[in-house]
């Protein structure tokens, strides 16, 4: 029986604190004072300059994710997605700020790196992880928690149908895996194409930097992660519409109600 003390994470509450407000905090709060006022331009309360309004936009979701951990004893898997997501931007950052205020000139394509790397591993994982014990499409999907498993695979067991139920399984597993792979390539895309025109030895080329960095997070979520959970809502009327030709059960007697 799950811990009621426990509490979940809300998804609203997730994006909200990693994509949300670290995009407000970098398009508002990077513009440098002094180079505003070099530039003639209103210098406003909340232009803090780039280097700190990444450190805060960064250490929200740090310390959010902190913060789950502690109160709940047990990381959140996707907590722990975002929390690496943005370590490894505050990485790559430190790596290609120069001390001159310049960006190095390879910045576009290695942020597009970085930000297919988590995806492109889980995809990786997924497809891998159904020779082991423990599939991780088990974890993202096919789960105790949406499905009767106990059921279906009595079921299964009756009509002796463990072939069919596994190749089913499998190609379920190569569609999720098939998403991320997607998410992947199009993190790439979205990154060279916001930073398209972008010049690194700029004198605002930090600020501009930000900017770009909070239209990817921005617009990732849209433009890669809607498309994506359209694919994964593929995926289980695919594995749906398999496991009732193999069964005979009905969608109500496989799903638990909710």
């Given at each position: 029986?799950?811990d009621?003390?426990?509490?979940?994470?809300?998804?609203?509450a997730?994006?909200?604190?990693?994509?949300i407000?670290?995009?407000?905090?970098?398009?508002?709060?990077?513009?440098?004072?002094?180079?505003?006022e070099l530039?003639?331009?209103?210098v406003?309360?909340?232009?803090?300059?780039?280097?700190?309004?990444?450190?805060?936009?960064?250490?929200?979701?740090?310390?959010?994710?902190?913060?789950?951990?502690?109160?709940?004893?047990?990381?959140?898997?996707?907590s722990?997605?975002?929390?690496?997501?943005?370590?490894?931007?505050?990485?790559?950052?430190?790596?290609?700020?120069?001390?001159?205020?310049?960006?190095?000139?390879?910045?576009?394509?290695?942020?597009?790196?970085?930000e297919?790397?988590?995806?492109?591993?889980?995809?990786?994982?997924?497809?891998?992880?159904q020779?082991?014990?423990?599939p991780?499409?088990?974890?993202?999907?096919?789960?105790?928690?949406i499905?009767?498993?106990?059921?279906?695979?009595g079921?299964?067991?009756e009509?002796?149908?463990?072939?069919?139920?596994?190749?089913?399984?499998?190609?379920?597993?190569r569609?999720?895996?098939a998403?991320?792979?997607?998410?992947?390539a199009?993190?790439?895309?979205?990154?060279?194409?916001?930073?398209?025109?972008?010049?690194?030895?700029a004198v605002d080329?930090?600020?501009v930097y930000?900017?770009?960095?909070?239209?990817?997070?921005?617009w990732?979520?849209?433009?890669?992660?809607?498309?994506i959970?359209?694919?994964?809502?593929?995926?289980?009327?695919?594995?749906?519409?398999?496991?009732r030709?193999?069964?005979?059960?009905?969608?109500?007697?496989?799903?638990?109600?909710?």
């Amino acid at each position: 029986m799950a811990d009621p003390k426990r509490n979940d994470e809300h998804p609203l509450a997730n994006i909200l604190i990693n994509v949300i407000v670290p995009v407000a905090i970098l398009s508002l709060f990077s513009k440098d004072p002094a180079l505003q006022e070099l530039l003639g331009k209103a210098v406003r309360p909340w232009h803090l300059g780039p280097v700190k309004a990444i450190v805060i936009a960064l250490a929200l979701p740090i310390g959010y994710g902190v913060w789950y951990f502690v109160k709940n004893r047990k990381p959140n898997f996707f907590s722990g997605l975002g929390l690496l997501s943005v370590l490894l931007t505050g990485g790559l950052t430190l790596y290609l700020w120069n001390k001159d205020g310049s960006v190095k000139p390879d910045a576009g394509l290695l942020f597009g790196i970085k930000e297919a790397l988590i995806p492109l591993m889980l995809g990786i994982a997924i497809v891998f992880s159904q020779r082991t014990a423990n599939p991780l499409i088990r974890v993202f999907l096919y789960n105790d928690t949406i499905f009767d498993i106990p059921k279906i695979e009595g079921r299964v067991a009756e009509l002796a149908a463990q072939a069919g139920y596994e190749k089913l399984l499998a190609g379920a597993t190569r569609l999720f895996a098939a998403s991320f792979f997607v998410s992947a390539a199009m993190n790439v895309a979205l990154a060279r194409w916001f930073f398209r025109g972008f010049d690194p030895r700029a004198v605002d080329a930090l600020e501009v930097y930000n900017s770009i960095i909070a239209k990817i997070t921005g617009w990732g979520f849209a433009v890669i992660g809607v498309p994506i959970l359209f694919f994964l809502f593929f995926t289980l009327l695919r594995l749906l519409a398999g496991l009732r030709r193999l069964t005979g059960l009905t969608d109500q007697e496989m799903m638990h109600p909710r």
